[in-house]
C-alpha cells in the first residue's frame, strides 16, 4: 500500500504562487503516472496535471495551463505543483496520485490551497 504525503498548501492573495509537493512512502519501479487533481467546495473532483513518471512528459488541463507546472524529482521521489498567479477559483482541496502500472490508483489525503480575492 502506497501512501502519498502533501505539503505546501496554505493561504495566499490572489497573484500569488504555492507549491505543493508530493512524496510516496516507498519508491516503486511499477509507478507510471503522479500528478494532482483538485476539488473546490461543492464542485466534483476535477483532473489538473500529471507527469510521466520515468519519460517526464507532462499534462495539465487548459484551465491552469501556462499557470501551474507539475514536476519531479526522481532522486528526492518528489512530484512537485508549482502554481502561479492563482486566483480564488484555484481554491480547493489538492489530492496528489499516483497510477501503478499494475492498475492501482493511489491518493493522499488532501491539502488545502485557499486564495483569497
Known amino acids: 500500500q502506497v501512501q502519498l504525503v502533501e505539503s505546501g498548501g496554505g493561504l495566499v492573495h490572489a497573484g500569488g504562487s504555492l507549491r505543493l509537493s508530493c512524496v510516496p512512502s516507498?519508491?516503486?519501479?511499477?509507478?507510471?503516472?503522479m500528478g494532482w487533481f483538485r476539488q473546490a467546495p461543492g464542485k466534483e473532483r476535477e483532473f489538473v496535471a500529471r507527469i510521466l513518471w520515468s519519460g517526464g512528459s507532462t499534462y495539465a488541463v487548459d484551465s491552469v495551463k501556462g499557470r501551474f507546472t507539475i514536476s519531479r524529482d526522481n532522486a528526492k521521489n518528489t512530484v512537485y505543483l508549482q502554481m502561479n498567479s492563482l486566483t480564488a477559483e484555484d481554491t480547493a482541496v489538492y489530492y496528489c496520485y499516483a497510477d501503478l502500472y499494475g492498475g492501482n490508483r493511489y491518493w493522499g489525503a488532501g491539502i488545502q490551497v485557499t486564495v483569497s480575492s
Open positions: 516507498e519508491r516503486t519501479s511499477s509507478t507510471s503516472f
